[in-house]
């Protein structure tokens, strides 16, 4: 999973990257690693672990309900990570872009303005608390609601 990101997340990377200073990505299991200059040569770790727990609470939500066709099941469960797939790419551009925001320097001055960096900064937060929880709270609700729930009250206000 972390290779398929990382492969959507790179060239999204180098388009909002105006300055042009990502050089390679890649990663080695758990882990995604980018190269940028100006730097030491040392590369950023993202930990794709913290990244990727909302995948599995997601996947969770969906197969912890009661009275669902496995069909219906199936259906919800490929919808809700297509839904969430762009999410996690987005995720992981705004992380190494708010990184770059916040730690490259030529001189005293960053090469981002301060309101850039305050947007990516608080971009990344917001999705830090809200993707982890919040997020597949929402894509499991609103899906089961719309194909399981209001088609069972439908059915049951029409019999009545």
């Keep these: 999973m972390n290779s398929v990101v990382t492969f959507f997340a790179a060239p999204l990377i180098h388009i909002l990257d105006w300055h042009d ?5 890649r990663t080695d299991g758990d882990k995604i690693y980018f190269f940028y200059s100006p730097s030491d ?4 770790v993202a930990d794709y672990r ?3 727990y909302n995948f599995v609470f997601l996947v969770a939500l969906i197969l912890a309900v009661p009275d ?5 099941r199936f259906k919800i469960l490929l ?10 790419v987005l995720r992981v551009a705004v992380f190494i872009l ?4 916040q730690h490259i320097r030529v001189g005293e001055e960053t090469l981002y303005p301060w309101l850039y960096r305050k947007f990516l900064f608080y971009s990344y937060r917001s999705q830090l608390l809200l993707d982890g929880y919040l997020t597949p709270i929402v894509i499991w609700g609103s899906l089961l609601f719309y194909y399981k729930w209001s088609r069972d009250y439908l059915k ?3 019999q009545a």
């Design 21 to 25: 200073v990502t050089g390679d990505i």
């Design 41 to 44: 040569g040392t590369p950023v």
């Design 50 to 52: 913290r990244i990727s």
């Design 68 to 72: 669902v066709r496995p069909k219906l």
């Design 79 to 88: 919808i809700a990570l297509a839904i969430l797939f762009p999410l996690q």
């Design 98 to 101: 708010n990184h770059y925001s």
């Design 156 to 158: 049951k206000f029409k």
